[in-house]
């Protein structure tokens, strides 16, 4: 079993940057791929970003690319989301998933509880 605890949402103005952590626990962590979704009130959940358990590979959602990049750190358990030139559009809750195979799935096998994130304009 795998536990992820997400961290470092918050408010933040258009154009800022923000980091969110997810913390795991559990020993498979290193051989899960991990991704990074979101929802906003009244949306579907989006998945926007997604690593590989080697981090060998990464995957964005056009609407982050080039802003957001996901990275992780095996010895910590960690897997991070760098958000840069955020928009009010990126307002949402965002959520840490793991999923034991590749390609990533729209219904990983864990979650996370998330984390608001809210920009301003």
């Known amino acids: 079993q795998v536990q992820l605890v997400e961290s470092g949402g918050g408010l933040v103005q258009a154009g800022g940057s923000l980091r969110l952590s997810c913390a795991a626990s559990?020993?498979?962590?290193?051989?899960?791929?991990v991704g990074w979704f979101r929802q906003a009130p009244g949306k579907e959940r989006e998945l926007v970003a997604v690593?590989?358990?080697?981090?060998?590979?990464?995957v964005y959602a056009d609407s982050v690319k080039g802003r957001f990049t996901i990275s992780r750190d095996n010895a910590k358990s960690t897997v991070y989301l760098q958000m840069s030139g955020l928009k009010p559009e990126d307002t949402a809750v965002y959520f840490c998933a793991a999923h034991h195979s590749w390609p990533f799935s729209q219904q990983p096998d864990y979650w996370g509880q998330g984390t608001q994130v809210t920009v301003s304009s």
């Open positions: 690593i590989s358990w080697s981090a060998y590979m990464t």
């Open positions: 559990g020993r498979t962590f290193s051989t899960l791929a």
